[in-house]
């Protein structure tokens, strides 16, 4: 008999298959594999192909947009928002829109077209996530900006449009709806019982084990007790703290650590599966509570199902996360070459 | 500059893009192309391979599960819930579960297996949309049930796993999260103003007329507002309607002929694409009120993005719901082969 479960933080209920559950090799889909051929903008020697870079790291002296440099955050070529103008907002009877202000930027994780995130060495992983907080703090002084959302699309069939490994931020004049109803329904929670609901999770989890993947000083990887996708997997920070971007410097290097760690698990268990990434921070002048827990979520892009997800926000997972968790917790790093 | 964009009914801010519009043509994927190849269940001479028949029309006396019919629902082989049972809910610390108790039916929409939806006589087509009434009538007399979700896959790539035209039936005992958003929103909408959000949109629409794709007797189909996905549309009963299944007879032929309608141009203007759609009803017990009106959605399955999507709630939609509009008015349908 499957199970019908609820997201404890947004009360979303899904289908957990028990009976047949999927193992890893159960899911048909290709590896991502980089080919490295033709042209890439993100390569040494190719920096005038980006726009001027906003941000570098590495490059010791020098001038900008020349190779030498380990991350490096350029404007998206193609944003989905223009960064210039003022925000106007505009009613049309029923309807409201105002005009798509916001930041678009690409970080180019490593200069080396062979790596992925995975493989990078540990420093490398904490640079890129300190570059993701330089540019969050700097795009938080324009006033016009309410989210900042730092995500990453690896392999074509995640919505990767470029193999050379790099994540995305964009900076918005709204909150995006999944990120207000968490943080509004652990806004309710908290109110409630004076708990961070996040908190009261990961105490669970613990206890139960089942569902934990691993820990190290500062983070746990879970596998969420209601998750909508197969092998989807959160990594938390274990001590409360409500925001990415404001977070203790030794925080990044643990982070780094874990992702690390964890993204070879997900490329031994599920053969360098295709996934997207994203963190759930504050919205921007929330940034100090003691309701919301900021996360990064990982989902591997296993199943084709799609526009009636979409549509119904009912989710059929066919791997319950206690299987995922044992499969990840117990895989083989053979991959790990820094 | 692109567009920042809410939907009316839940909120939900998009991105439109409008410098770079993508065109039908700028959608690079397969035609869904029946092949007809291999063993299939559900064609003539086969009832025996599917579980028993729960309904069929057509068949003038003969057994069950034998040739004759024209529509005929069975329970999906693999379902994704258990119809025995009581529910059983149960706590968990946080967490909140119970069995998964529900029914999984496929209804079958005609014995061609080189047909699709589409191209079946809209006789056809009303026969299928009865059928779909006829279940959730009768699913409705066991009390367990709280939603009934009708929905098709259509390809490969929208999630259909057999190419023989086929719609799904959930039967559950929660309703699903964006449904009961949208019930809960047209509900608060309705308190303020006593009048139905989507009634409001609909007189809103055929004023400006941008929109609207086209219209019959009794429907109106719009692209919306704010999509999510380009060339998403909406069919919506013209006159206010809470509950699909307890419409009038002649609403049925006319769904019927603006279905086929619309799908016929969904093939013409985007090469038979992949798509899916679903019918948003009232939740069962809150069937008869003035502030929910059903319709059904169609999204055609066009871009990749996927995962970023899922885990946000943040879409960006790269056609104007104005230019896909446009585009689906003034397509030429020379498809139309009943």
Chains 1, 2 share one sequence.
Request: net charge negative.
């Amino acid at each position: 008999m499957p199970e019908l479960r609820k997201d404890p933080i947004i009360g979303r209920w899904v289908i957990i298959s028990t009976d047949r559950a999927k193992r890893p090799t159960d899911f048909l889909r290709e590896s991502v594999e980089i080919k490295g051929k033709g042209f890439c903008p993100f390569c040494y020697g190719n920096e005038e192909k980006t726009p001027p870079e906003i941000l570098a790291y590495g490059r010791n002296g020098g001038p900008p947009n020349t190779p030498g440099w380990h991350v490096r955050v350029v404007p998206n070529k193609f944003p989905a928002l223009g960064i210039e103008g003022e925000l106007d907002r505009q009613g049309e009877g029923l309807f409201d829109r105002m005009n798509g202000v916001g930041a678009h930027e690409v970080i180019v994780e490593t200069p080396e077209h062979k790596c992925t995130l995975a493989t990078l060495p540990e420093k490398g992983i904490e640079d890129v996530l300190w570059a993701y907080r330089d540019r969050m703090l700097d795009l938080k002084n324009d006033k016009r900006f309410r989210y900042i959302l730092i995500f990453k699309n690896h392999g074509e069939a995640a919505g990767a449009s470029l193999e050379h490994t790099h994540s995305q931020l964009i900076a918005l004049p709204i909150v995006p709806k999944r990120v207000r109803e968490e943080v509004d329904s652990s806004k309710r929670y908290y109110q409630e019982k004076e708990r961070c609901i996040f908190c009261d999770m990961i105490r669970q989890e613990v206890e139960s084990e089942v569902r934990v993947v691993n820990e190290n000083d500062h983070f746990i990887a879970l596998a969420p007790y209601a998750p909508r996708f197969p092998f989807e997997m959160w990594l938390l920070p274990k001590q409360h703290g409500s925001a990415f971007e404001n977070t203790q410097s030794p925080i990044y290097a643990s982070l780094a650590r874990i992702l690390k760690d964890n993204l070879l698990r997900l490329d031994a268990v599920l053969d360098r599966p295709a996934y997207n990434f994203m963190i759930h921070t504050s919205p921007i002048g929330e940034e100090s509570n003691e309701h919301y827990h900021w996360h990064l979520e990982i989902m591997p892009k296993l199943t084709k199902v799609a526009g009636f997800e979409w549509g119904t926000g009912f989710y059929i997972c066919p791997t319950p996360p206690e299987e995922s968790a044992r499969f990840l917790r117990e895989a083989k790093l053979t991959l790990t070459k820094p």
